[in-house]
């Protein structure tokens, strides 16, 4: 229990929990944002009413997890200015800029618009109205990019240098547009994007197997598997670009990913080891199944052996991440729920050709269903797994090569930070579980049908003109009474 007395450690352990809790809420509205413009613009295109109650029903969930986010969200960032005023005095001049964007140009945006796109149905034009949700959706975006771009420059610093312990910016845009940026927006975009369609999906699975409005959501659970086609092989891709980014800018987090303590030497691919038992203190695996020269064909280093796959032995233990077992298991626990999610998305595909996904059949393949049931909540996992390795295979390294994690923390009383920690876990639990509340009772509940939908004349109560007879009422309104 040495570690409650440590306020670097606590510090972490702080930041860890607001981090990986806050970012369950912005990958469904980031994603859904996008969904919610798609159904809408079906809606404008084809005047199909499914499509305009679509876009009411599962606006509940964003509006849901917009909340909770900014609830979340805004404690998370005083944090650097609390628990780490050394690291952002250090690199105020480019990271507090960044950060400050995506409030201003991104947050903003989103919250701006969200008043209208919930609210402004039969008070705005439906093209100011769908404009809206495309700017809530934009702004949704925004965010990621922002933020992929402070922590992009965090893992491969460049555009300046650090001076009497300050970085100072000497190119904005070469900073901004750092080795991992384009990469790591991309695999966080597609991350969100798939997380939504398999939550939609598995919601709309479950109301189908439910026998609740099986035609209304099998339209949904279509409209999303027509998605997947493309962004669960995208992402697959652009994670493996990521990773050879890693091995070429991050050797030292390439290493714990895959538990590798020897170097494998320049002329020789490395061996791939799909499971192991690591053991940080005897610097080994105690157990392990391999596959020899794995490695070396995912990072397509049997088209060029001249350079090594280094091994965490090549550095000293503080220059080098530890929990290695943590970086090594969420690492393939995120690569597997994206195959899984790739292997799901085809076997649907293969059974709506087949014509069995029709409303009056799409029942009866209850074991895909569940299949998607089940897949629902794995994004969420796999996205916070992507972050763990991220950034704890980033250690010991706030900044990475130039500032350490122990010298950016805030000199505090190690009570002071246990007490917000314990104060943050309680407040999240209760978040958590009001989530969860309403999150059901949304699902409960279901869409409402009873919607009077934007631009149809509403039926005309009828009048009797003579025994019998009726025609339509068409004097003004205020005179029907």
């Known amino acids: 229990m040495d570690f409650l007395s440590d306020t670097v450690t606590l510090s972490r352990m702080q930041f860890a929990l607001t981090a990986i809790f806050h970012m369950l809420f912005p990958v469904l509205t980031t994603g859904m944002g996008i969904y919610l413009v798609m159904v809408e613009g079906f809606w404008l295109k084809t005047k199909n009413s499914d499509y305009y109650y679509h876009a009411r029903f599962w606006s509940k969930f964003y509006v849901l997890n917009f909340g909770i986010g900014v609830a979340t969200g805004i404690p998370m960032e005083f944090q650097f200015g609390a628990n780490w005023a050394p690291f952002s005095e250090a690199v105020g001049n480019f990271f507090g800029s960044v950060i400050g964007f995506e409030a201003s140009w991104a947050f903003m945006l989103e919250a701006a618009f969200l008043g209208i796109m919930l609210f402004g149905w039969e008070r705005v034009n439906p093209a100011i109205h769908f404009l809206s949700t495309i700017l809530v959706a934009v702004g949704a975006n925004l965010s990621t990019v922002w933020i ?55 919601i709309s ?55 590798q303590w020897e170097t494998t030497p320049a002329g020789q691919p490395a061996d791939w080891s799909l499971l192991a038992i690591p053991n940080e203190k005897a610097e080994k695996n105690d157990w392990q199944i391999t596959i020899p020269n794995g490695l070396g064909y995912i990072l397509e280093l049997k088209k060029n052996l001249s350079e090594p796959v280094y091994g965490l032995k090549e550095w000293q233990p503080e220059d080098r991440p530890h929990l290695v077992g943590l970086i090594y298991y969420t690492f393939r626990i995120m690569v597997a729920i994206g195959f899984f999610f790739a292997g799901l998305m085809l076997l649907s595909v293969i059974l709506w050709l087949l014509g069995r996904l029709s409303p009056d059949r799409i029942f009866h393949q209850r074991w895909l269903l569940v299949g998607w049931v089940l897949a629902a909540p794995l994004g969420y996992i796999a996205v916070d797994s992507g972050w763990i390795v991220r950034c704890v295979g980033r250690q010991p390294w706030t900044l990475y090569g130039q500032i350490r994690t122990i010298d950016s923390a805030s000199n505090l009383p190690a009570s002071h930070v246990l007490t917000s920690l314990i ?19 949304i699902i409960r509940k279901g869409p409402n049908f009873d919607l009077p939908v934007p631009g149809t004349e509403p039926a005309q109560p009828a009048v009797e003109t003579s025994p019998g007879q009726f025609v339509p009422d068409e004097r003004p309104v205020e005179t029907q009474q």
């Open 205 to 259: 699975a479950w109301y189908i197997l439910k026998r609740r409005h099986e035609a209304f959501f099998t339209k949904s659970f279509k409209i999303v598997l027509a998605a997947a086609i493309a962004v669960a092989p995208l992402q697959i891709y652009v994670g493996h670009l990521s990773a050879e980014q890693v091995y070429h800018y991050q050797p030292t987090k390439l290493a714990a990913m895959e538990a």
């Open 423 to 441: 104060g943050f876990a309680t407040v999240y639990t209760i978040l958590f579980v009001a989530f969860l509340y309403f999150g059901s009772r």
């Open 148 to 202: 992929l771009t402070a922590n992009s420059w965090m893992q491969t610093p460049s555009g300046g240098e650090l001076v009497d312990g300050k970085f100072i910016v000497h190119d904005y845009f070469q900073a901004m547009f750092n080795p991992f940026m384009v990469n790591s927006i991309l695999h966080m975009f597609f991350a969100t994007l798939e997380t939504s369609l398999f939550v939609i999906g598995g």
